[in-house]
């Protein structure tokens, strides 16, 4: 198989403070992992590309120094989302990919994010 | 640049009934075409995807697409629905030279008793 876990299931935070989401490959080592952004009823939006070892690849538009990745090891990367504000409530979700072709994604079940 | 459309955002059917969610994608080089289905509050789920070989592709729980590079479509279909296929149906597509998915904007199939 291939399961990734995500960590914390629902989080809620006040408005200022940070918030950190994990991402597992319980079973397989990820060398590259995605964190997607989906907001109600609506599709996901790619936020970053993390390969272990090195600097996330952010899309346009992302605030890297908003979202902080860590991708410390083949099975681990988290999201940190710093100073968090009402609007970055939203779903969070992450994937993770085996490398060597041919590039399928394995999703976690998501983070549900409320900031108050 | 890739790109994905599906053009249906909502489709409604009754149970048993035959269904077509509709994809078509815009790619100026090979690429590898998936189906996600998302329940509420949940990540997503691979159907099936499309990587080489026959253009028929069968999936999970009873659902198949087929490719057709002149239409450059990806229709996912199944002969009968059940109440349980009430989700949220994403396609995407990659090419082969990134890792990067790109998500059409999802078709909501609602279906009833």
């Known amino acids: 198989g291939a399961v990734v876990s995500q960590h914390p299931s629902r989080v809620i935070c006040k408005s200022g403070t940070s918030v950190k989401i994990e991402c597992r490959s319980l079973?397989?080592?990820?060398?590259?992992m995605f964190w997607y952004r989906q907001f109600p009823k609506q599709s996901l939006m790619l936020m970053a590309t993390?390969?272990?070892?090195?600097?996330?690849?952010?899309e346009q538009g992302v605030e890297k120094d908003k979202f902080l990745i860590n991708h410390a090891s083949l099975t681990l990367s988290t999201l940190t989302v710093t100073s968090a504000h009402p609007e970055d409530s939203s779903f969070y979700i992450c994937?993770?990919?085996?490398?060597?072709?041919?590039?399928?994604?394995?999703f976690g079940p998501g983070t549900r994010l409320t900031v108050t | 640049a890739q790109s994905v459309t599906q053009l249906d955002s909502q489709v409604p059917v009754f149970e048993e009934a035959p269904v077509e969610l509709r994809c078509n994608y815009s790619s100026s080089v090979s690429v590898y075409l998936f189906w996600y289905v998302q329940y509420p509050n949940q990540g997503l789920q691979l159907l099936l995807k499309y990587l080489s070989g026959s253009t028929l592709v069968k999936g999970i729980n009873g659902f198949e697409a087929e490719f057709n590079k002149s239409q450059t479509s990806f229709h996912l279909r199944k002969p009968s629905v059940h109440i349980s296929d009430t989700a949220e149906y994403f396609c995407?597509?990659?090419?082969?030279?990134?890792?990067?998915?790109?998500f059409g904007t999802g078709t909501r199939l609602q279906v009833f008793p």
């Open positions: 993390s390969n272990e070892g090195s600097k996330a690849t952010y």
């Open positions: 994937s993770a990919t085996k490398g060597g072709g041919p590039y399928e994604q394995y």
């Open positions: 995407a597509v990659t090419d082969y030279n990134t890792d990067k998915l790109i």
């Open positions: 079973d397989f080592q990820a060398t590259t």
